[in-house]
């Protein structure tokens, strides 16, 4: 059974920045492709970017592609999401979610080829 538990949420002023770190544990990373959704008050679940079991690839929801990047060290079973610029809009839940995956190169954007979630973390945006 894998555990994921999300961190480095907080309250941040428009343009900051926050880091948010991903650790998981109960199994290796090497077999998992994670992906970072939100959720805003009232609104529904969306995915914000994904990255592949190797890493090597990565996707980014069109609102924050330029100003987030995600990473990942399997050796240390974590996946970070740095974000700059951050803007009123982004405020919201993150969480992370693990799903397995036989392929090193392929990504998951949808929630339910997701199998593991975190509780979540809170992000707000405000001045």
């Known amino acids: 059974q894998l555990q994921l538990v999300e961190s480095g949420g907080g309250l941040v002023q428009p343009g900051g920045s926050l880091r948010l770190s991903c650790v998981v544990s109960?199994?290796?990373?090497?077999?998992?492709?994670i992906g970072w959704f939100r959720q805003a008050p009232g609104k529904e679940r969306e995915g914000v970017s994904c990255?592949?079991?190797?890493?090597?690839?990565?996707k980014y929801a069109d609102s924050v592609k330029g100003r987030f990047t995600v990473s990942r060290d399997n050796a240390k079973n974590t996946v970070d999401l740095q974000m700059n610029s951050l803007n009123p809009e982004d405020t919201a839940v993150y969480y992370c979610?693990?799903?397995?995956?036989?392929?090193?190169?392929?990504?998951?954007?949808?929630?339910?080829?997701?199998?593991?979630w975190g509780q979540g973390t809170q992000v707000t945006v405000s001045s």
């Open positions: 990255i592949s079991s190797g890493g090597g690839m990565i």
């Open positions: 979610a693990a799903g397995r995956t036989p392929y090193s190169n392929l990504i998951y954007w949808r929630e339910y080829e997701y199998n593991y």
């Open positions: 109960g199994s290796t990373l090497d077999y998992y492709a």
